[in-house]
Nanobody, 123 residues
Framework: QLQLVESGGGLVQPGGSLRLTCTASGLRLDSYVIGWFRHAPGKEREGVSCIGSSGRSTNYADSVKGRFTISRDNAKTTVYLQMNSLKPEDTAVYYC????????????????WGQGTQVTVSS
């Protein structure tokens, strides 16, 4: 059973940066695609970014392209989401999730989920 734990959330001012970490245990991380999703109050869950199992392929939502960077270190069983130039509309609970095969922005395809970490962008 793959277990995922997110960390690194917090309160940051607009224009600031945060780095989220997704740490895996239980199974080999390099067998899985990892996606980051976010869920803001009153909104649907949104796919933010995804990285292939080897790290060679990455996808981003248009809303974060150019500001967020996803990366992974399979030796450390960790996936990162570097978030720069944060905006108030980035405020949400951020989740990492894992699945086999290819990247997808559809949350229903992911088999494993972390508990989430809160990101609040406010002055």
């Amino acid at each position: 059973q793959l277990q995922l734990v997110e960390s690194g959330g917090g309160l940051v001012q607009p224009g600031g940066s945060l780095r989220l970490t997704c740490t895996a245990s239980g199974l080999r991380l390099d067998s899985y695609v990892i996606g980051w999703f976010r869920h803001a109050p009153g909104k649907e869950r949104e796919g933010v970014s995804c990285i292939g199992s080897s790290g060679r392929s990455t996808n981003y939502a248009d809303s974060v392209k150019g500001r967020f960077t996803i990366s992974r270190d399979n030796a450390k069983t960790t996936v990162y989401l570097q978030m720069n130039s944060l905006k108030p509309e980035d405020t949400a609970v951020y989740y990492c999730a894992a699945r086999s095969n290819y990247c997808s922005g559809y949350a229903g395809l992911y088999n494993y989920w972390g508990q989430g970490t809160q990101v609040t962008v406010s002055s």
